[in-house]
Every structure is written in C-alpha cells, then in structure tokens.
C-alpha cells in the first residue's frame, strides 16, 4: 500500500495541473464515499481508492491498461497529418496520463489496439522478442487462391527485409478474404505482404492480440475499455 496527498492522486490520475488539482479540492469537487475532501494535503491509501468527481467515480489506477475497437479513419500518432488522432476517442484524462498506443494501427485499419501509459508494458507488448501473435481479418482486392495462402505460409521476401516472412496461420474465409496470424509486428507487415504475393488488401481488421480476442470485451466501433488484471494475461 502507499500514501499520496489528495493533490498527487488526482493529478496522477490525469485531472490537470497540481494547481488545477487543488483548486479542484478546495471547491469541494472531490468526494469519497459520499463525504467531500477539501484538504489537498490530506495523505491517503490509494490501494482500492475510489474518488468522486464532478458527481462520477474515478477508481484509483497506478497504469491504466485500455482496449480500443479503433475505427477507420483516426491515425495513432500524436501528430497526425490527416485524420483526427486515436486519443480523441479516450477522456481527456488519458492525455494527461500520457497514454500511448502499443503499436501502430494503419488510419485505414481498423479493430483492435491497446492503449497504457505504462513504459514497461509498452515495451514488452512491442517488443519482437515475445512473439505475441496477432489476429487480422484482410480483404484482398483480387480473389483469394491456394496459391496466395500457401505463399503467405511459406514466406514472401519484403523490401528492407534480410528473410521472407511467413504467416503463423492463414486460412481463406470468403472469395475475398482471408484469416492471417503473424508474430513479428512489421511496418504494414500484413499489407507489403498480400502485394509481395501478387494481391493487394482492400480493408484490414485486427481481431485478436495473444489469446484476448476483441469480440470478448463487447466493443463497438470506437468504443473502449478498461483490461482487467485476467484480461492482461492473456495478451501473450
């Protein structure tokens, strides 16, 4: 357990500046269990904390670990250059958190990314080393044959890239579609390689990050939420 003062919790939470934090609790927005906190240097136990502000609870949260049913058409750079950015679909609090996106989904690419503000995690879902394996649903432009799936099982050679890359699994699904799992995480890997085969991908979802599948947490499009520490374990 550890003790912060009222104005380092709610600014660790991403409610503002120390300033603004505290201009919060001397005007009696802050309450716990229904009884207002005014004193912002009163030290509190953050394990199991819940605030209240401006009438809605804010359970305390070291990270905070979020899934996101990312739409087409919002980029994940903090800078875009056409689009809004992802974090407009989050509250306001996560951008003071600094909450980045694991990874990097194509503006035309939709379905499933994570969000924290956590280095570590970030890291280590990033990191090829861990070889998480990621589920994507791909519409190609030309019909699907046995001769692309066995291509992108066997290995295309990219531009820039010492091997071919394989697909952990691909399974055609429709005329025009087909089922991918890759493992390394490469720039546009799933795109460069349906062209290195002689195709080109019309649409791109991603459906599954390690054994959590998007259509388990009941997410629209643009819709996200908080992972549960079971959820988090089974993103391997």
Aim: glycine share 6%.
């Amino acid at each position: 357990m550890s003790k912060l003062t009222l104005d380092r919790i709610l600014q660790s939470q991403g409610f503002g500046s120390r300033k603004y934090c505290r201009e919060l609790i001397e005007d009696g927005e802050v309450r716990i269990g229904g009884v207002v906190h005014d004193n912002y240097k009163a030290a509190l136990e953050t394990d199991g904390l819940v605030l209240e502000i401006f009438d809605e609870l804010w359970p305390y949260r070291e990270h905070v670990y979020i899934c996101l049913n990312k739409p087409a058409n919002v980029e994940c750079s903090r800078k875009p250059s056409h689009h809004p950015p992802v974090l407009s679909l989050l509250p306001e609090q996560c951008s003071w958190r600094d909450v980045q996106p694991v990874g990097r989904l194509d503006h035309d690419t939709t379905g499933m990314l994570l969000l924290s503000d956590d280095g570590a995690f970030i890291h280590a879902q990033s990191s090829p080393k861990r070889h998480v394996p990621k589920v994507y649903q791909a519409t190609t432009a030309e019909p699907v044959t046995p001769e692309l799936v066995a291509a992108l099982l066997a290995g295309v050679q990219l531009h820039d890239e010492p091997a071919p890359l394989a697909a952990v699994h691909c399974a055609q699904t429709g005329s025009h579609t087909l089922e991918i799992i890759l493992e390394q995480g490469k720039y546009h890997q799933v795109k460069r390689m349906l062209a290195a085969a002689g195709n080109h991908c019309a649409a791109l979802h991603r459906s599954q990050i390690g054994q959590l599948p998007l259509a388990s947490l009941g997410l629209a499009e643009g819709e996200w939420c908080y992972l549960t520490p079971e959820q988090l374990a089974l993103l391997v």
